[in-house]
């Protein structure tokens, strides 16, 4: 993910401000706290507070518009709406994100495909008629899941699908809710470590040819 940030003047920077981040428990969530905590650490001139929302679309808008002071995001999100692609072409008043700018990188997230060892899932198509997360809809994490298994020429109705957030996905994975969880995490994320130290898990491998024709999507 990375932060943006829209122009502010040396008044306002005197001021306290807020970041939005995502839902509760989410890894979004989780990294933009732990950037106010480290900056109201390390100095005494700004206050930076964490503010939950609704994802990187609402975060983009909010920022955009003045009513946040910065917000997660990520590198694709940011490029489709400073230059009006995708859905965000489409929304009034789009041209507030041409005041958007990149601040900082914060994370290298990966698209991590978890099931319990003991499911014998071991590809994509493994998945077929199984209970598959993909999280909430309207997620960023949602929609990039829609367009791997497009890549992957699975039709989603060949599963049933869950919409269960980041936070509650791997719990139920671990109590049998769902087979799969498809969740967008930095490697070595402690909400998978935790279920792992409790129950094996496997990562489903995403072949070559499927990362291709995502990344096409993305061009």
């Keep these: ?91 009034p008043g789009n041209e507030m994100f041409r005041s958007i700018r990149l601040l900082f990188p914060v994370t290298l997230d990966t698209l991590q495909i978890a099931v319990l060892a003991k499911s014998g899932i071991k590809s994509l198509q493994d998945l077929k008629g199984k209970k598959v997360n993909l999280n909430v809809p309207a997620t960023a994490t949602r929609s990039i899941n829609k367009r791997l298994f497009a890549a992957a020429k699975i039709d989603l109705k060949d599963f049933n699908v869950f919409g269960i957030a980041t936070k509650g996905s791997f719990d139920a994975l671990r109590d049998g809710v769902i087979d799969a969880t498809s969740n967008i995490l930095p490697k070595g994320a402690g909400i998978l470590l935790q279920l792992a130290a409790a129950k094996p898990v496997d990562i489903v491998p995403i072949p070559g040819d499927v990362f291709t024709r995502l990344n096409k999507m993305f061009a």
Excluded: C
């Design 1 to 91: 993910g990375v932060a943006g940030v829209a122009p502010m003047d040396e008044a306002q920077a005197q001021e306290r401000w807020s970041v939005a981040t995502a839902s509760t428990g989410s890894s979004t969530s989780m990294t933009g706290s732990n950037i106010a905590t480290v900056l109201n650490r390390v100095q005494d001139k700004l206050r930076l507070s964490a503010q939950t929302s609704g994802g990187f679309k609402e975060n983009l808008a909010l920022v955009g518009a003045g009513k946040v002071s910065l917000a997660m995001s990520t590198t694709m999100h940011a490029d489709f709406a400073y230059t009006g692609r995708g859905r965000f072409g489409k929304l």
